[in-house]
């Protein structure tokens, strides 16, 4: 079965530091695409960062990371420096063969002034 | 270049009603999906059309319809409306054909209230 593990519910920490959100995956599809998508208070989701199955190089985008690796079924994602406007609900997402999207439960990451 | 819009922003209804959200896809994509994020249930997948075509569903009663028109904007409609139906209603596009093209892209959502 399709899964997506995210543990932490939330995650509050103090403006400028770093923060790792975790997100674990199952699946048996051979070909797959993982993803990163925002959702701040206004509702919209953002989209982050999309993975596929075949390429487990790290990617870095200014302030943020994100770490993919297969032998843990793991795609973390990393904000450098954290600001206030980072706060939101961060879902990780599984696209299977069907091209249907299974979301994590979401982290709520709260970053204090 | 518009993103996907969605209307209406809020929608009232009460318990037996329907109602009917409407959703604008991104130029050029022709796939279009529907999402409820309940309070407690997290985001669910509910609908996927392309091509003016249901292409997937999820695991929803009957009473969850849409249809996509052939500009590709697409409605779906919630019949016999359950309190526990209140949710945000979002809907994303995204470009048709191969998985490797498919980045979903997400309107702000329909906040539906079921009274």
């Known amino acids: 079965a399709q899964k997506v593990t995210q543990a932490q519910t939330e995650i509050s920490v103090v403006e400028k530091e770093d923060v790792t959100l975790d997100c674990v995956y199952e699946?048996?599809?051979?070909?797959?695409?993982l993803f990163w998508y925002k959702q701040p208070p206004s509702g919209e989701l953002v989209f982050l960062i999309r993975?596929?199955?075949?390429d487990e190089q790290n990617e870095i985008s200014g302030r943020y990371s994100w770490n993919f690796q297969k032998s843990t079924s793991s795609f973390n994602f990393t904000i450098t420096a954290s600001q206030v406007v980072d706060s939101a609900v961060y879902f990780c997402?599984?696209?299977?063969?069907?091209?249907?999207?299974?979301w994590g439960a979401g982290t709520k990451l709260i970053i204090k002034p | 270049e518009a993103g996907v819009t969605q209307s209406p922003t809020h929608l009232i209804k009460t318990r037996g009603q329907q109602a009917t959200l409407r959703c604008s896809p991104i130029s050029g994509h022709t796939s279009v999906y529907w999402y409820q994020q309940a309070l407690g249930l997290g985001l669910q997948f509910l609908l996927w059309?392309?091509?003016?075509?249901?292409?997937n569903r999820g695991n929803f009663p009957p009473r969850f319809s849409g249809r996509q028109f052939p500009n590709y904007s697409s409605e779906l409609n919630v019949n016999a409306l359950e309190l526990e139906d209140s949710a945000l209603y979002l809907c994303?596009?995204?470009?048709?054909?191969?998985?490797?093209?498919?980045?979903?892209?997400f309107g702000a959502g329909t906040r539906l209230s079921v009274l």
């Open positions: 997402a599984l696209m299977d063969s069907n091209y249907q999207l299974i």
């Open positions: 699946t048996r599809d051979t070909t797959y695409y």
């Open positions: 994303a596009s995204s470009w048709g054909g191969t998985l490797a093209k498919n980045i979903q892209y």
């Open positions: 059309y392309d091509e003016g075509e249901e292409r």
């Open positions: 993975r596929n199955s075949f």
